[in-house]
């Protein structure tokens, strides 16, 4: 009898990494918690919220399941997978003190300057008159402000002087736009290169990277407009080489590893470090996530070969190492389509038309959306992915493209440009 698997989140990366494990020999039942509308196709959506652990580990109990895999960021440092390990469950995702890499940006920075792992100067502040004394005293450079916390991916500013650092401050710890997350800020300089992602699949003493993936976090072509969750990804990353990925591995992945289980804290589930690729090709460390990346997933999920679930079970069991994994040497580019006004105020339930005229090849992952009035509405800011692989890279933006355009919705829009330009570059 096959397994019956967990998941908690509602965004495209969870229908992706459900559409996958659907395709698993050894997966009989699949839940999302709460799901969305794709993943209502796939797998069985349970009304509890990822934040909500007691009602995970009802829900865990209740509908028998045997295997919980960790997709996005919020259940695992509330403490998730200790409570289901403490009932004898399989899971494969980090528990509380290894979450903290992500939980705490301050934590995560010091834990890197310990282990040696190249990222940008820093300092942490818990104090709004220190952090601002300590910024209006600096010479005039561009910094990063950063709330220490989970913040859905947007609690690092970005600022090109003096001012732009005091006032992403006031926004974080006075005017608490991030709210308990900004009780702590990382005030860092500011790294120039390009920025990429690196994916590895980790069981406490080995890690298997994936492809690598380039998101574009800007709302608007160019690299303009407000940060958001992310408009799209490409994979492979259009400027990675092999000695690239070899230098992430052994200066930033296995470093990582092995400084976490040192520390008491090993790393099972998905590590995702940010990076920035500054001259001449080092590799710096922007921050690390403790999950899949959104909308690197779903990219990564297209080019996948091997059995996702029997990947993720082999690492829960400490048995990466004799794991076989294959990817596609094809190219895989993912386009968001988002409500108006995102990542401001924006309007939800407006109808999505034309899911039914993509092509059977291309995949539409949703993200913010609901069933209602027997159709499909929108229910987020970002609301789906549009996924497309090819042999060439052209091959496959002109697909994500075309498919992605036969979508509408009211307010729709998307991003002209990925993986038309390398990606973030600062």
Not at 144 to 149: R, T
Not at 305 to 319: I, P
Not at 338 to 353: Q, V
Request: charged residues 25%.
């Amino acid at each position: 009898m096959g397994a019956r698997v967990l998941l908690a989140g509602m965004g495209a990366r969870e229908h992706a990494i459900a559409w996958k494990l659907r395709q698993s020999p050894d997966v009989d039942e699949i839940y999302v918690a709460p799901g969305n509308a794709g993943t209502a196709q796939v797998a069985t959506n349970v009304s509890v919220s990822p934040r909500d652990i007691d009602g995970l580990v009802n829900a865990a109990r209740d509908l028998n399941i045997d295997f919980y895999l960790a997709t996005m960021d919020d259940p695992q440092p509330l403490g998730l997978v200790d409570r289901l390990r403490a009932r004898g469950l399989p899971c494969y995702g980090p528990t509380a003190a290894a979450a903290a890499i992500e939980a705490s940006k301050a934590w995560a920075k010091q834990f890197m300057a310990d282990r040696g792992i190249a990222t940008a100067p820093f300092r942490v502040f818990r104090d709004h008159a220190e952090a601002a004394a300590y910024v209006g005293d600096g010479a005039e450079r561009p910094l990063v402000v950063k709330a220490s916390g989970l913040a859905a991916g947007k609690g690092a500013l970005v600022c090109d002087d003096r001012e732009g650092a005091l006032a992403a401050l006031h926004a974080i710890m006075v005017r608490r736009e991030f709210g308990e997350a900004g009780d702590e800020v990382v005030v860092e300089e500011r790294l120039r290169g390009w920025e990429t992602s690196a994916h590895a699949i980790c069981d406490g003493h080995t890690a298997v990277l994936t492809p690598s993936a380039t998101d574009y976090k800007r709302a608007l072509d160019g690299d303009h407009g407000l940060n958001t969750g992310g408009m799209g990804a490409v994979s492979p990353g259009l400027l990675m080489t092999p000695a690239l990925t070899a230098a992430i591995e052994r200066e930033v992945v296995a470093p990582t590893i092995a400084g976490m289980a040192a520390a008491g804290r090993p790393y099972t589930g998905t590590l995702y470090p940010g990076l920035m690729i500054t001259q001449p090709e080092e590799v710096r460390v922007l921050e690390f996530n403790a999950r899949f990346g959104d909308p690197e997933a779903q990219v990564l999920m297209a080019r996948l070969d091997s059995d996702l679930f029997a990947l993720c079970r082999a690492a829960a069991e400490g048995r990466l190492a004799d794991a076989a994994v294959a990817w596609s040497d094809e190219h895989a580019v993912g386009v968001v389509l988002a409500s108006g006004g995102y990542p401001g105020p924006y309007a939800t339930g407006h109808r999505i038309e034309g899911l039914d005229d993509v092509d059977p090849d291309a995949r539409v992952f949703h993200a913010g959306t609901k069933e209602a009035d027997g159709g499909v509405v929108t229910n987020g800011g970002r609301v789906l992915t549009v996924v497309a692989r090819a042999p060439t890279l052209i091959q496959a933006r002109e697909r994500a493209y075309d498919n992605a355009r036969r979508i509408y919705f009211k307010g729709v829009f998307m991003r002209n440009d990925i993986a038309a330009t390398i990606g973030p570059r600062t």
